[in-house]
């Protein structure tokens, strides 16, 4: 079994300028005042479980195994949807049953339902009164299966993958960040399939809602101010923005946005 890090990570939808976050960490620091609190991020939009599972995954694997991310995204808060303690990736998760860990379902998780903590009173902030302190004794030691039973249910978001045709491949829109980059799900080995890469980054043509970006650049820098930029970026995904600007305001896109990239036959 993996052994705790004595970290915990939070992230939710709260924003911080109400007591919500501090209500956790304080949940959390009452079970242990040797623990350490990390957020990812509390600005995610308010029940947004896709944009949670998405952020979730650029940022969980990057802490030393052990880790519990106590991640609280709930709008069914106080529903029969289950609680749950996920280990997967040398990771340990706790949140609601709701989609929100789809992200590290892929890595053979092991999925307890949280039965043998119950929340007394009103049903209205499982990340206090539950999960908080759920995560704090798995950072603490507790062994995940002491929360319950084995679950096998568990909500998973359902993801679209990208299609190849010919000459082609054809993708949407999966995130939009706090820039306005618009992340796709085609990533860098459907553009090695496409003959773009390695090698070969001029002769990609990118599609967006009637606009067209010829060349795959490094980084922001290699276009001019307010020009349309596409990269791979730091996801490992296909992105597309505008330098020093809001790409996703320019385009007027949203998620799900078809993006369609092209070889030009030289």
């Known amino acids: 079994m993996i052994e705790p890090s004595g970290i915990i990570t939070l992230l939710t939808d709260f924003c911080e300028s109400d007591a919500y976050v501090g209500a956790m960490r304080g949940k959390i620091l009452s079970v242990s005042r040797n ?5 990812i991020s ?12 998405f952020v979730l995954s650029q940022a969980a694997f990057c802490y030393p195994p052990g880790t519990v991310h106590c ?6 808060v106080g529903s029969r949807r289950a609680g749950l303690v996920v280990a997967a990736g040398e990771q340990f998760f706790v949140g609601p049953d709701n989609g929100i860990f789809s992200s590290v379902f892929g890595t053979n998780p092991l999925v307890y339902r949280i039965e ?24 603490c030691g507790m062994e995940p299966h002491a929360v319950g039973p084995i679950h096998e249910n ?6 679209t993958a990208p299609v190849p045709r010919k000459d082609m491949i054809q993708g949407e829109v999966i995130h939009i ?11 860098e080995k459907d553009l090695e399939l496409l003959g773009v890469l390695p090698g070969k980054p001029n002769l990609l043509n990118v599609e967006i809602a009637g606009r067209g970006i010829q060349g795959l650049s490094r980084t922001f820098s290699d276009q001019p101010q307010n020009a349309l930029v596409v990269y791979i970026g ?3 995904k296909l992105e ?7 790409a996703a305001e320019e385009l007027n896109v949203e998620r799900k946005e078809m993006v369609t990239c092209r070889k030009i036959n030289n």
């Open 35 to 39: 623990l350490v609190i990390a957020d």
């Open 42 to 53: 509390h600005s995610i939009p308010q029940g947004d479980i896709a944009a949670t599972a």
């Open 71 to 76: 991640t609280v995204v709930d709008p069914g």
């Open 116 to 139: 043998s903590f119950n929340v007394k009173g009103p049903q209205t902030f499982h990340g206090r009164d539950l999960f908080a302190p759920v995560a704090a004794r798995i950072a």
């Open 154 to 159: 568990y909500s998973r978001l359902s993801f």
């Open 177 to 187: 960040d706090g820039f306005g980059n618009l992340i796709t799900n085609i990533d």
């Open 234 to 236: 730091s996801s490992g």
């Open 240 to 246: 597309l923005a505008v330098r020093d600007g809001d």
